[in-house]
């Protein structure tokens, strides 16, 4: 099956700096997310991104398919950005199920 | 809000019970999907159904079993419960057609005693 890693496992961070969350994926996929999980357990969408550039807030993410990675960017990082972060894709030549990586661990400290 | 709802939030049971986690997906969704988050194995697909027909299976254990009803929520069934099974289950949604975008519902959290 496709294989999803994520970097790096864990990342703690002073309120206000900014970060870059970073997944790699094996094969060609048709839909790509990305997820923050609260510390409630809550599974959050932040981007539907199997290709290109999307903004929101303080949160942007890139996809580039035909080089197999995705990237997340936080910026001005506040303590309610804490949890983790999942990548998540779609297979192109499997059914819809979304495999997901180990996820990275934040922490931001105030 | 994701829109997708779940319940019961949470529940605790002890080995050998059967306990069955209901789902509804967002309006107008067809496909539910279920997930398990344990702590050995992270988060994996289960399976998924669209518009009340079974369309994948994933690492779905016998004991369990799924459907889908006519107005389109769905049932995840979890017989002859080990400690093993307890974990955070998910249901999902998406419109299966024009999008493919996952929504997650709140999860329900199992305990198995």
């Known amino acids: 099956g496709i294989q999803v890693e994520q970097s790096p496992p864990d990342l703690i961070l002073q309120e206000g700096a900014n970060s870059t969350l970073r997944c790699n994926f094996s094969?060609?996929?048709?839909?790509l997310q990305w997820f923050h999980q609260n510390p409630w357990g809550q599974l959050i969408n932040l981007f539907y991104i199997p290709s290109g550039t999307k903004q929101n807030g303080r949160l942007s993410a890139t996809t580039v398919a035909t080089e197999r990675y995705s990237l997340l960017y936080i910026s001005s990082s506040q303590t309610t950005d804490s949890g983790v972060y999942f990548c998540a894709v779609d297979y192109r030549f499997g059914n819809e199920k979304l495999t997901f990586g180990t996820g990275t661990r934040l922490t931001i400290i105030p | 809000d994701s829109g997708v709802t779940q319940t019961p939030k949470h529940l605790i049971t002890a080995t050998g019970q059967r306990v069955t986690l209901r789902c509804s997906p967002r309006?107008?969704?067809?496909?539910v999907y279920w997930y398990q988050q344990s702590l050995d194995q992270g988060l994996q697909f289960l399976i998924q159904?669209?518009?009340?027909?079974?369309?994948a299976k994933g690492n779905i254990l016998e004991r369990f079993s799924a459907q889908q009803f006519p107005d389109l929520h769905s049932e995840l069934n979890l017989s002859s419960l080990e400690l093993g099974d307890s974990a955070l289950y998910f249901c999902?949604?998406?419109?299966?057609?024009?999008?493919?975008?996952?929504?997650f519902g709140p999860g329900t959290r199992l305990t198995v005693t």
């Open positions: 309006s107008g969704d067809l496909s």
């Open positions: 094969d060609s996929v048709n839909n």
């Open positions: 999902a949604s998406s419109a299966s057609t024009d999008s493919y975008e996952q929504y």
């Open positions: 159904y669209y518009n009340g027909e079974e369309r």
